[in-house]
């Protein structure tokens, strides 16, 4: 047997590693213990989340839009249902995978389907639109993939549709998909990316109104994020309607009137400011902005020379021509410059030191006072008073009827128009105003511009007695008295007898309007594009398009009362009283038709 031999310095070192061991143990288990109690105690709640995010989905549905009316309640834009393919980015492991098998399914490029679905990755349990109101055919697709699309589902939403089509497009607008700026600017407003905003127009103006209130889904899912059975649902909230001021019949006859051509017209009702029609040609089919418009189509959209979505109402500018001398007229009275009795004698020209400006009518008009000047649209006239008065108190008598300004219509990116001044000029271009410049501006060449609602709204003001309104297109609006021009009655009634005369009076340049059954004014007004252009033909079809005049036409009716205006613009038309007079003069007769509770006669005849 061998002898117990005992080291004490080996008991001593295990004993003194055994202590080590012992507190390395009891410090991991502290650090286990900490790292359960913040999981657990501290934010147990964002972890139970986390949890319940595994299986239970929740995500939005939108509302309904509001409806939008015309004056008769006559629905312009409505909802209907429309199937919209949604992916969920948390539920989609592999993107590119899941773009490739959905790109045949609903004819897009798979590029353009991942993209929508990385876009969503910020936000993984906020569902994405990648394909808005396919086919049934497509829905059919869909949905015999859906085991092998885990993420993927199909919505049934309400998709935006436009009773009229391009009737009336530039006013009502269009939406289309909320951008990254707008998001921004509408953060904590409920919006996400993919959800369709309004863009222009009304739907842009209205959208606080018509856009609703969005409603929940929540419901469990499987493993492989399909949807096994709907937990709660909160139904969405419609959006209010909005009723507009607009008269769809008669927005009818000023696109029948209008046809191919470009151009606009506007109808006011001078004792209130509300706008009765507002067309602008060539239109647009606002639905095509609501669903996943392809690139090629916006291309054709924004490269068509005829500028489709210029709202030529608000935004065209134009010389106003011979209706600006309207507006000439009532600076002559507000100077104390004009006697209307006083004749001027027109040979066919007007001598400015060497400089000759001829008037429309080359052998002349003869002796003439104010309301033949007015009726005859005696340009040898108004150059005399032009270069009486100067153009700054012409242009300070524009400014008070609303020229040269934007005038107060809810809907965007209008045009200010520009009313030239001498201060203007100078600052502009670095130089002086010049005599002759005087005489042009006085039959409305030159620098000035308007749009067709400043022109309805100056001319409303003119005739209903100075009172200047702010006009508007949405019925809940209240009037909006600007100012009352003072104009003294005298002066009104011999304006208006001169505008009566252009119509009725024989050697009126609108006498072809005349109709014994309507009391009718107007102007006419042609405004010249390019200078040394003398055409043969009445259409001036044999001047290039580009370079052919202008044509203006302003009405008014009753002439002792007037209850609507109306002002037609046809881009490169011609003469106004040929082609801008008969749109204004058909608005007018369908005015009073309405007004008779012939409605569906109109309808029938548009």
Wanted: glycine residues 10%.
């Amino acid at each position: 047997m061998k002898p117990n031999i005992t080291n004490p310095h080996l008991d001593e070192d295990i004993k003194s590693k055994s202590r080590y061991l012992i507190a390395f143990v009891f410090i991991l288990l502290g650090i286990l213990t900490l790292r359960l109690f913040v999981m657990q105690i501290i934010n147990g709640s964002y972890y139970e989340g986390l949890s319940r995010n595994n299986r239970i989905r929740i995500i939005s549905v939108p509302a309904p839009r509001g409806k939008i009316f015309d004056r008769d309640g006559v629905v312009v834009a409505d909802n209907r249902p429309a199937f919209n393919v949604m992916v969920l980015p948390e539920d989609i492991s592999d993107p590119k995978n899941i773009s490739m098998r959905l790109a045949p399914l609903l004819d897009k490029p798979a590029s353009e389907i991942l993209q929508a679905i990385l876009k969503g990755k910020s936000k993984p349990y906020d569902p994405l639109v990648v394909a808005r109101d396919i086919t049934f055919n497509q829905v059919a697709k869909v949905e015999m993939e859906v085991f092998n699309l885990p993420g993927v589902s199909i919505e049934t939403i309400p998709e935006r549709e436009y009773l009229f089509g391009s009737l009336g497009c530039h006013a009502l607008g269009y939406i289309g998909e909320i951008s990254k700026r707008q998001l921004e600017e509408k953060e904590g407003q409920d919006y996400a990316p993919g959800d369709l905003i309004g863009k222009s127009g009304i739907e842009l103006v209205s959208e606080g109104t018509l856009r609703g209130t969005k409603g929940k889904r929540v419901f469990e899912v499987d493993a492989r994020g399909q949807r096994v059975r709907v937990l709660d649902e909160k139904e969405p909230i419609p959006g209010h309607d909005v009723k507009l001021t607009l008269d769809q019949d008669l927005q009818a006859i000023a696109r029948q009137g209008l046809g191919d051509k470009a151009g606009a017209v506007v109808a006011m009702a001078p004792s209130t400011g509300e706008v009765l029609v507002m067309e602008s040609t060539p239109g647009f089919d606002p639905s095509i902005f609501a669903v996943s418009m392809l690139p090629q189509q916006w291309k054709d959209i924004i490269g068509d020379p005829m500028h489709p979505l210029e709202n030529r109402a608000m935004r065209g500018a134009y010389p106003p021509g011979s209706v600006f001398k309207i507006v000439v007229t009532l600076a002559g009275f507000h100077a104390g410059i004009l006697d209307p009795n006083a004749r001027v004698f027109c040979p066919g020209h007007f001598n400015l030191g060497r400089v000759v400006f001829k008037c429309w009518k080359p052998e002349g008009h003869g002796s003439v006072d104010l309301v033949e000047g007015i009726v005859r649209s005696c340009d040898v006239y108004f150059y005399t008073l032009g270069r009486a008065l100067g153009i700054d108190a012409i242009a300070e008598v524009g400014f008070r009827l609303g020229l040269g300004a934007r005038t107060g219509i809810v809907l965007p990116d209008e045009s200010p128009g520009l009313m030239p001044t001498k201060a203007w000029k100078r600052k502009r271009f670095g130089q002086p105003w010049h005599p002759g410049e005087h005489v042009i501006a006085a039959i409305g060449q030159g620098y000035t511009l308007v749009t067709p609602i400043q022109m309805a709204k100056a001319m409303s003001a003119v005739v209903n007695g100075g009172r200047l309104y702010t006009p508007r297109i949405i019925a809940a609006d209240k009037p909006v008295l600007e100012r009352d021009l003072g104009i003294p009655g005298r002066q009104i009634d011999l304006i208006k007898a001169g505008l009566k005369g252009v119509v009725e009076d024989a050697h009126g340049t609108a006498h072809s309007l005349w109709d014994k059954e309507i009391s009718m004014g107007g102007k006419t007004g042609t405004a010249q594009v390019a200078r040394g252009y003398v055409s043969k033909l009445p259409d001036e079809s044999d001047i290039p398009y580009k370079l052919r005049d202008h044509a203006w036409f302003f009405g008014f009716s009753p002439v002792e009362k007037p209850e609507i205006v109306v002002v037609a613009l046809v881009e490169h038309g011609g003469h106004g009283g040929a082609v801008s007079g008969p749109i204004v003069r058909d608005v007018i007769k369908g005015y009073y038709l309405l007004k008779e509770g012939m409605r569906e006669q109109v309808r029938q005849d548009n």
